[in-house]
């Protein structure tokens, strides 16, 4: 064969392997196993559903109470508290939102103003500066809970949406305690098209995260989203576990972690609220990621655990599908709260 057609045979095999390299590279980006990308935006009716048993249990005494509008500002609110009370709104907040909405409304107000105010208090305590977009690379995001919160499906539900928004995300199973953790993960690694960096259960998870950081640098990941246990064999135990990762995170990325994510599971009610006071003393919390608000009608225990730690809440989960893990909106989690249709 002439050396010219060498050429051309050579350059033919050099362009096939140039697109199946960038075919390859698109798939790893790509979610895998039929995982469905979250909406850019979730939908408002989405939301609302979410937070059906909350609203209904709220909604039908609120109407009540706010039927009796022309009785005079003073006899509705004290009832109206006790409603918020009654929603897991918690004692003291229920009661700063009413002083709030009294002031707001005057003493002429009637049910629809009292309404409208009280849907606009709620967006106000609840309004936060917004997350820090991720910049550096990688992006470190900690996250942290006790067990059967929803940690790990929270962790991965995160990397759909950041893989949705075109980054490239690795997952550090580090609860090493779970062998359940660590399969859970991996299979959201492969829905994905995440990146996993794990070892055997019962490995040192300050030893993965440091595997994984490292893992995260030479692949130049976006974002790394790191898991870590739920329970030791004592609180104290635990605590230094994820102050020892703390550490190593700190040394290996500077800066980071970039965010450190509590999830909560809003079932638990009050219980969330202890949690997070515990969390936020020992580790230090960045933002909220509050579960299973579908599954229950206190759904009041938002703005108590807003109140109650001081931390802005980040995400929601109101259902099982990957979109039903939201970027947390005051606004909108007012108007559904309210079924509100002032906006």
Wanted: charged residues 25%.
């Amino acid at each position: 064969m002439e050396l010219s057609a060498w050429i051309v045979v050579l350059t033919t095999v050099l362009a096939l392997l140039v697109l199946l390299l960038v075919l390859v590279r698109a798939r790893r980006r790509a979610p895998q196993r039929g995982a469905r990308a979250p909406s850019a935006v979730p939908t408002a009716d989405g939301l609302r559903r979410g937070l059906l048993a909350t609203r209904e249990r709220l909604a039908t005494q609120l109407d009540v109470l706010l039927g009796r509008g022309s009785a005079g500002v003073d006899r509705v609110l004290p009832a109206l508290e006790e409603a918020l009370v009654a929603a897991d709104v918690g004692t003291q907040s229920a009661s700063e939102l009413v002083a709030r909405v009294r002031a707001r409304c005057g003493d002429g107000a009637d049910g629809s103003g009292i309404r409208r105010a009280l849907r606009d208090e709620v967006a106000a305590v609840l309004t936060s500066e917004p997350p820090p977009a991720p910049s550096g690379r990688p992006w470190v995001i900690l996250v942290l809970g006790v067990n059967g919160v929803g940690k790990t499906t929270t962790i991965g539900k995160l990397a759909a949406l950041h893989v949705a928004a075109g980054r490239r995300v690795l997952l550090v199973a580090a609860d090493t305690f779970r062998a359940a953790a660590i399969e859970q993960l991996g299979v959201w690694a492969e829905r994905t098209g995440a990146d996993l960096v794990r070892q055997a259960p019962g490995g040192n998870p300050a030893a993965v995260v440091f595997d994984g950081l490292k893992a995260a640098v030479a692949r130049q990941a976006d974002v790394v989203l790191i898991d870590t246990a739920g329970r030791l064999h004592t609180r104290t135990n635990l605590m230094e576990e994820l102050g020892k990762i703390r550490r190593v995170i700190a040394r290996e990325v500077p800066d980071a972690p970039h965010e450190t994510l509590l999830v909560l599971d809003a079932t638990t009610g009050q219980n969330a609220i202890a949690q997070a006071r515990t969390f936020a003393e020992a580790i230090g919390v960045t933002g909220i990621v509050l579960t299973k608000l579908d599954g229950t009608a206190r759904g009041g225990v938002v703005i108590a655990i807003r109140k109650a730690i001081g931390v802005p809440i980040r995400y929601i989960g109101v259902g099982e599908a990957v979109e039903d893990l939201r970027p947390f909106d005051p606004e909108r989690f007012a108007d559904a709260l309210f079924e509100s249709h002032f906006a």
